[in-house]
């Protein structure tokens, strides 16, 4: 991390996998959001983008006690 911002997140994940483990955690960083998961799946904004060109409805579903950064 380059800023105060980036060290805290860092530290967030850091204690979130001390406390739950790999298994019990995960992580998404902005890439996610903008580009391909690990998995191959397509972003936020690009699910968006696709589901808006083809007039389909962007279903987005979580859990409530995530921990996150909101998006606008």
């Known amino acids: 991390p380059r800023r ?9 994940e ?5 406390r739950l483990g ?4 995960a992580i998404y960083r902005p890439s996610a959001v903008y ?4 998995r191959g799946r397509r972003g936020l904004v690009m699910t ?5 060109l083809g007039c ?11 921990a996150r950064d909101y998006l606008w």
């Open 35 to 38: 580009g391909w998961t690990r």
């Open 48 to 52: 968006l983008l696709a589901n808006g």
């Open 22 to 25: 790999p298994e019990g955690v």
């Open 14 to 18: 850091t204690l979130a996998l001390s």
């Open 56 to 66: 389909r409805v962007t279903t987005i579903v979580g859990s409530l006690d995530t």
């Open 4 to 12: 105060p911002y980036g060290e805290l997140k860092l530290a967030q």
